[in-house]
């Protein structure tokens, strides 16, 4: 027959076993154990980045990137009378979808296989349900007293699909991205210096555009605005 001590000794080794006690443990070691469990600490998010912008210093027009392209296609917008849609290789994977404010100045013939330049880092934009990834530069005057004439700004013949232009004086371009350059309204700023020269030479503030093959001028239009 069991002693006292023995029937004491059992019934705490039945309560251990129920409350899931090492044997000889307190009560209440299993809530610290579980309770001294290390909780996983919660990964602070870092602050998002920034984009840096390219040489801030550098001349407006170098944050800009003209590019040598040729017309592959060309075809009548659907939705608008002024404005062609065009497929314009400029060296790349595929061809720009480009829409231009031409339909007045050109026919579809003039426009297919016309080597110019094209303003490759703008952001792309909406032109009347049609997705435009550019522009193409022209110089334009004004001929007996309202008449407007748009001429393309050319490259020189020798001059590769693709080559990005550079500006005589000027230091080598490091383009912005399209973001930029439309948060900054560099294209605006710009425009007031972008003229041809007396020779019909392309240039900014008298910087003249220029490649690997010679200067870009257009056909005829002397002191005329580029756009």
Same mark, same amino acid.
């Given at each position: ?36 469990? =290390?909780? %996983? ?35 009548? +917008? ?23 404010? &031409? ?13 110019? &330049?094209?303003?490759?880092? &703008? ?7 049609? =997705?435009? +990834? ?20 050319? %490259? ?12 005589? /004086? &000027? ?6 991205? /399209?973001?930029?350059?439309?948060? =900054? ?43």
């Amino acid at each position: 027959m069991p002693t006292a001590l023995e029937l004491v000794d059992a019934a705490i080794a039945e309560s251990e076993g129920r409350l899931g006690l090492a044997p000889g443990a307190p009560i209440g070691a299993s809530k610290k154990q579980n309770n001294n469990k =290390k909780q %996983p600490k919660k990964q602070q998010q870092q602050p998002k980045k920034q984009a840096a912008t390219k040489n801030e210093n550098q001349p407006d027009i170098c944050k800009l990137e003209f590019k040598v392209g040729v017309i592959t296609k060309v075809w009548d +917008h659907p939705n608008a009378d002024k404005l062609y849609c065009e497929e314009i290789n400029v060296g790349e994977d595929a061809p720009r979808q480009i829409a231009s404010g &031409l339909r007045p100045h050109f026919t579809l013939e003039q426009m297919m296989g016309q080597r110019l &330049l094209v303003v490759s880092n &703008l952001k792309a934009k909406n032109l009347v349900k049609f =997705k435009s +990834h550019g522009m193409v530069l022209c110089a334009a005057a004004t001929v007996e007293g309202d008449k407007e004439i748009v001429e393309f700004v050319e %490259p020189p013949e020798g001059a590769e699909i693709g080559e990005v232009v550079t500006f005589e /004086g &000027l230091p080598k371009p490091e383009p912005w991205s /399209g973001a930029q350059v439309e948060k =900054k309204k560099v294209f605006q700023a710009c425009m007031a210096g972008m003229k041809t020269t007396e020779e019909g030479l392309a240039a900014w503030n008298g910087h003249v555009f220029t490649t690997s093959a010679g200067p870009c001028k257009a056909k005829t239009i002397k002191n005329g605005a580029m756009r």
